[in-house]
C-alpha cells in the first residue's frame, strides 16, 4: 500500500529565485535527513524531489550504538624500521 502525505506551502522570493521550506514532519515521512543530496525533477507540471544514490555518511558511533557484543580489544605490533621506501 502507498503511503501519502499532503501539506500547502508558500514560495518565498530570494535574490537569485525562490525558495520552498519543506516541513520536517513531511521530510521524516519521506525518509530524508538532514545533508541529503536530492535531485530535483519535473514531471508532467509536478516537481519530483528524490534522494540521489549517494550512500550517506556514517559515523563509527552510529555503526556501533546498539552494538552489545563484546569489547573489542586489539594489541598494537611493533614491525620495527621500514626496510624500504615505506611512509608508514
Known sequence: MERHFSNTVTL??????NAIKIPSDILNF???VSGDIVRFEVVKEKIV???NNVPRQKTLESLFKDYEGLPFKTNLIDLGE???GEKW
Open 12 to 17: 518565498s522570493a530570494l535574490e537569485d529565485g
Open 30 to 32: 519521506a525518509g530524508f
Open 82 to 84: 621500514p626496510l624500504g
Open 49 to 51: 524531489i528524490s534522494r
